[in-house]
């Protein structure tokens, strides 16, 4: 998963613009966009089908420690964490 701020929040109480992209795992390896938001160190991210925003696959909702980011996926269930690479 790559993440990218598109657009920081004006003001505290406003969220900041997220995007980015995920790779599936497996032999038929593909990539898809995702689009979220972050407030203060809340995450929200919406895993897209074929980069279309209205094919939502999941939707992953977690908390920014410094570099790991924790959360779970809504539809698929489970605990995640990412950490950040170099």
């Known amino acids: 998963m790559t993440l990218y701020v598109e657009s920081k929040a004006a003001r505290v109480d406003l969220p900041s613009a997220v995007s980015g992209r995920y790779v599936t795992p497996g032999q038929n390896a593909r990539g898809d966009g995702?689009?979220?938001?972050?407030?203060?160190?809340s995450v929200t991210l919406t895993l897209l089908l074929n980069q279309l925003a209205g094919d939502t696959i999941d939707v992953f909702t977690g908390e920014l420690h410094g570099d790991t980011l924790i959360g779970r996926y809504?539809?698929?269930?489970g605990s995640v964490t990412f950490l950040r690479s170099p």
């Open 34 to 41: 995702i689009l979220g938001e972050q407030i203060g160190s």
């Open 74 to 77: 809504r539809k698929n269930g």
